[in-house]
């Protein structure tokens, strides 16, 4: 680890975070990559408030300012450093905060006891010269987005992170933090939900999307697109020629809806090249040309929903029908899509007494033109990293029958 570098702090769910952001950033492996977080070197142009606010992934991004020789040094640092860290001019009171990272070392409570000690010592130092302070704490060693975003702490100072690894301490400080509230009202605050059908949180749709390495001219399918979700954060993301169909009239006139309140909200977003239509995906081939798509996120039907305990007599027979229901499907957008396109898509499985039941799609794979596009090998072999031995990533709750396979296809040119 260097100063100058970038630090990326996942989110809930770090081995989607750590392959969205090796998408988004062209990269297959970095120097430190832990459940937490990734330390990589700034890319020419690299727009951190653009990276951020693009990745479902990401919870903060921040830069590594120094080495700390021992934890009880950090006072110091900070009593020599605030005033470059508050942003210039300002005379309003400072709040900050700090938070502890694993970057190859678990910071253990004695460690988090000992950093706040550093805080509480640094507040002290500042109300001492007649500056007004205050800390902003949690619980855990990390502060969320939350704690940053209502404790105005990048608008009025700033969050220390201290990143612990075997050889070193380092600190940096955050950039940039998740917008929640934009999240938030892009999920609750549109005109039309479909909690029946389910529908994706929005940050797992900009982690499909970008798992394609999308470009703005490049034409984007959701043949699934339910009540908008995907083609609402493709068109956040900029891409302009977008195609949305669903077999439900509901579906389809909830995703008319949901994308025009976008674009009343959200004035950059350029909806003209939009077009969403109702179509079992079985009538596209004669609705859109063959190899005329670069770009596929979706998220097709996941099965009925599974409310209590699941049995396995029941979820035996539902994961083969779904496995035949796929199979065409695939087939339909293997074709669809261009020799170079890419298809980010769920699948569903299920779990059921701790076990797995994932659909049986491998074998008929080669017939539909596709393959799996698994992540780097590096993070295959990271001890936390949650993928398939069939190249996917999961993303499911504790609690739920029905989680998400995430897959990544290309063509099988
Ligand atoms: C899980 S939902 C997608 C939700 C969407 N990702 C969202 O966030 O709103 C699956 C969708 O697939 C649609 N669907 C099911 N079978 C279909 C088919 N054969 N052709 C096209 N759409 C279909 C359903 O109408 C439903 O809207």
Redesign the pocket.
């Given at each position: 680890m260097e100063v100058g570098q970038l630090i990326a702090i996942f989110g809930r769910e770090p081995s989607l975070s750590l392959w969205e952001l090796s998408r988004n950033l062209g990269c297959a492996d970095f120097e430190v990559a832990t459940r937490d977080l990734a330390v990589f070197d700034s890319p020419q142009n690299l727009e951190v408030a653009e990276l951020q606010s693009r990745s479902g992934g990401l919870v903060k991004v921040g830069r590594i300012m120094g080495v700390v020789d021992a934890l009880s040094g950090l006072a110091a640092i900070l009593e020599k450093n605030w005033p470059d860290l508050i942003p210039a001019g300002s005379t309003a009171r400072v709040n900050f905060g700090v938070s502890a990272y694993d970057a190859g070392q678990t910071p253990d409570r004695h460690f988090r006891t000992a950093l706040k000690r550093q805080a509480q010592r640094f507040k002290k130092y500042l109300t001492a010269n007649h500056r007004s302070a205050r800390l902003v704490e949690s619980k855990e060693s990390t502060l969320p987005a939350s704690a940053l975003v209502q404790g105005k702490i990048l608008q009025q100072g700033f969050e220390i992170l201290v990143l612990v690894s075997p050889q070193k301490l380092y600190w940096g400080v955050t950039l940039t933090v998740q917008d929640i509230s934009r999240y938030g009202r892009r999920d609750f605050g549109r005109p039309a939900r479909?909690s029946h059908?389910?529908?994706?949180p929005p940050k797992v749709?900009q982690i499909l999307i970008n798992l394609t390495q999308p470009k703005s001219e490049e034409v984007f399918l959701?043949?699934?697109?339910?009540?908008?979700?995907?083609l609402q954060e493709a068109a956040l993301m900029g891409l302009k020629k977008i195609l949305g169909?669903?077999?439900?009239q509901?579906?389809v006139s909830?995703?008319l809806r949901n994308l025009d309140w976008l674009k009343q909200k959200y004035e950059p977003v350029d909806l003209a090249d939009l077009q969403i239509f109702e179509?079992?995906?079985?009538?596209?081939p004669a609705k859109l040309k063959s190899e005329s798509i670069d770009l596929i996120a979706?998220?097709?039907?996941?099965g009925p929903p599974q409310k209590g305990r699941a049995i396995v007599g029941n979820i035996l027979p539902l994961v083969s029908a779904l496995s035949r229901?796929y199979i065409p499907?695939l087939e339909i957008l293997g074709k669809l899509l261009k020799p170079a396109g890419r298809m980010a898509m769920?699948w569903p499985f299920f779990k059921v007494e701790n076990h797995g039941y994932f659909l049986q799609l491998q074998q008929a794979l080669p017939q539909t033109k596709l393959k799996i596009i698994p992540p780097s090998k590096h993070f295959l072999t990271l001890p936390w990293f949650r993928s398939t031995p069939r190249g996917t990533v999961l993303y499911s709750r504790p609690d739920q029958v029905v989680g998400r396979e995430i897959v990544l296809l290309g063509k099988n040119v």
């Open positions: 479909d059908s389910g529908m994706l749709a959701d043949p699934f697109c339910g009540s908008g979700t995907i169909s669903d077999l439900s509901k579906a909830d995703s179509s079992d995906i079985k009538e596209l979706t998220e097709p039907y996941l229901q499907w769920v």
